[in-house]
């Protein structure tokens, strides 16, 4: 990459936290540092930008945190970003401090609220993809997402003792918003019998009918037998205790619901997710130093690149299609 003149950046994390947000600020701070850059974080997301709080990074505030989940920023959303006076603040805010760049950590809601700065502000501005979900469209993976796989599959195998002890029915909730993938790599991984995700979805009786004809054929197999169905977020009416209610008045059986919650967004983050962080904050950097604005860092094929920062949602991300067919397919 070529470098041009670049003096000052700010940085901060938006929206859900995900574990590696602190890997990748520490990358950030340490690269910009090797090429004699400033670096200031805002607290808060976006509303630490809009209410200048902020607070200067150097490499002895990064010292020891790779390891730590959240963000030591802090993170929110801020729905008054929208607003173009919103907007036209936070590029007064910047410019006031003479920053260069601007680096934001977060979904593609985060990446929304970027581009709408962009129409107000003349500097930069690089995405960097921060969610558990990993519904990025443009990039294999996101940070965060490794680990809450990790968390869900550990989780589950903790419930698969109690369900085969007493030969119940469990509906194990995960994080997903819209997106199935938590679900179907937690799922191929706990060997779980069944998965409900939005990408696959039927209508709701159809889904239920479905469900339970599995649950009829596997008893058929297996005789008595406990019985893993994992479902994501908000997708049966409010939760997984629904399905769980109607599968107990339909069939019979003793079912229990499992919603893991926001468990899944903490914890330290799992060497994938270090990883992946560290590569995406000092790339970012570097690809600043190049000139780029309106794009965020995606990594496919194990290989480092920049996207505009639309492509995160102008096309819904697809989940991998053969760990879909391992699992409703060649394992059923």
């Given at each position: 990459?070529?470098?041009?003149t ?33 670096v200031i974080?805002y ?10 709080e902020y ?37 007064k ?22 581009e709408?700065?962009?129409?107000f ?5 690089i ?13 294999d ?19 698969r003792?109690?369900?085969?002890a ?15 993938f938590i ?8 060997a ?36 893993i ?10 939760n ?23 468990v899944?967004?903490?914890?330290s983050?799992?060497?994938?997710d ?8 000092a ?7 190049d000139g780029?604005?309106g ?24 989940l991998?299609p ?11």
């Amino acid at each position: 990459m070529s470098k041009h003149t670049l003096r000052k950046i700010a940085l901060l994390t938006s929206g859900g936290d995900a574990p590696g947000m602190n890997a990748c600020i520490r990358a950030i701070v340490l690269t910009a540092y090797h090429f004699g850059i400033e670096v200031i974080g805002y607290r808060h997301g976006y509303n630490g930008l809009l209410q200048q709080e902020y607070k200067p990074l150097r490499p002895a505030d990064v010292h020891n945190i790779i390891q730590r989940g959240g963000t030591i920023l802090h993170s929110a959303r801020c729905l008054e970003f929208t607003k173009d006076t919103a907007a036209q603040l936070a590029a007064k805010n910047l410019d006031s401090l003479g920053i260069d760049a601007l680096l934001v950590i977060g979904g593609d809601g985060s990446f929304k609220g970027a581009e709408h700065l962009a129409r107000f502000w003349n500097g930069q501005l690089i995405g960097l993809p921060g969610t558990i979900d990993n519904d990025i469209n443009g990039t294999d993976a996101t940070i965060g997402y490794y680990t809450a796989i990790e968390t869900a599959l550990s989780s589950i195998d903790k419930v698969r003792d109690t369900a085969d002890a007493f030969e119940r029915i469990f509906i194990i909730e995960v994080m997903g918003r819209h997106a199935g993938f938590i679900g179907l790599s937690a799922a191929v991984a706990s060997a779980a019998d069944q998965l409900v995700v939005p990408e696959l979805c039927r209508d709701k009786e159809e889904e239920l009918a479905h469900i339970i004809a599995k649950l009829d054929k596997s008893r058929q197999e297996r005789g008595n037998s406990s019985h893993i169905i994992v479902i994501t977020e908000n997708l049966w009416h409010s939760n997984a205790a629904v399905l769980s209610e109607t599968l107990q008045q339909r069939t019979g059986l003793e079912c229990r619901p499992v919603i893991l919650g926001h468990v899944q967004r903490g914890g330290s983050p799992v060497s994938q997710d270090r990883m992946l962080a560290t590569k995406m904050g000092a790339y970012a950097v570097e690809a600043a130093l190049d000139g780029q604005t309106g794009v965020m860092v995606v990594e496919k094929d194990h290989q480092l690149n920049t996207q505009p920062l639309a492509v995160s949602w102008e096309h819904k991300k697809a989940l991998d299609p053969y760990l879909v067919k391992v699992q409703n397919e060649l394992f059923t």
